[in-house]
Structure formats: structure tokens, C-alpha cells
């Protein structure tokens, strides 16, 4: 059974950081062949890519509003992806997911195939 367990949201002044994690498990590939990304939904909006790899060879995609500040990676040895987050502004508030597509699949954060969803972890950033 695929897992994906979230952690590392809180509460956090504007210009803080936080590091969110997502332990991966029960998947058939080594998880460096995975698409792998993170998508947040704010209160009354539709959900969106924050960021996305195709594999660990792959082009990274990150939205213009997170640009500079947030950087994904992962730990192919530990099955864990990694968002850091830095300069964080009360719009990056709301809850955070991580995602995994199928092996070389593309655009994950766009129209791409996406598997698997972690539970989602809440990101709130004060003015």
C-alpha cells in the first residue's frame, strides 16, 4: 500500500521559514524514478502547483509566486521529498500537499497524472 505522510507545516511570521516533508513508502520503482511535487489549496481558491520534478534528472518547475524563495528536493535513499521555504508571505498560507506521479511523467504540476496525495499538512503565515 503507497503511503505519503506530511509533515513539517506551523505557524510562522512573515519572512520566516519551514521545511515540509513527505516520507514516501510502498512503491514498486526506486522513488528518484518518480514525478514528484507539491501542490497548496488556500481557503476559497483552487488548488495549484507550487512545485514539480519530473524525476531526479529532470527539469524543476516552480510557480512565479515562489520563485527564489522555495526550493523542492528529495532523499532517493530516505523515499522522502522536501519543500523548503523561505521569505514566506502571508499569501503562501494554506494547506500543503505532496504529490507523485508515474515514473518520467511530465507537467505534474500542470495537467500531468497524478497517483498519489499525502494528507496535506497546514502552512500559516502572519503578517
Known amino acids: 500500500e503507497v503511503q505519503l505522510v506530511e509533515s513539517g507545516g506551523g505557524l510562522v511570521q512573515t519572512g520566516g521559514s519551514l521545511r515540509l516533508s513527505c516520507a514516501a513508502s510502498?512503491?514498486?520503482?526506486?522513488?528518484?524514478?518518480?514525478?514528484i511535487g507539491w501542490f497548496r489549496q488556500a481557503p476559497g481558491k483552487e488548488r495549484e502547483g507550487v512545485s514539480c520534478?519530473?524525476?531526479?534528472?529532470?527539469?524543476?518547475h516552480y510557480a512565479d509566486s515562489v520563485k527564489g524563495r522555495f526550493t523542492i528536493s528529495r532523499d532517493g535513499a530516505k523515499n522522502t521529498m522536501y519543500l523548503q521555504m523561505n521569505s514566506l508571505k502571508p499569501e503562501d498560507t494554506g494547506v500543503y500537499y505532496c504529490?507523485?506521479?508515474?515514473?518520467?511523467?511530465?507537467?505534474?504540476?500542470?495537467?500531468?497524472?497524478?497517483?498519489?496525495w499525502g494528507q496535506g499538512t497546514q502552512v500559516t503565515v502572519s503578517p
Open positions: 510502498g512503491f514498486t520503482f526506486a522513488f528518484d524514478d518518480y514525478a
Open positions: 504529490v507523485v506521479g508515474p515514473p518520467l511523467a511530465p507537467d505534474l504540476c500542470g495537467l500531468g497524472i497524478k497517483d498519489y
Open positions: 520534478i519530473n524525476n531526479s534528472k529532470g527539469k524543476t
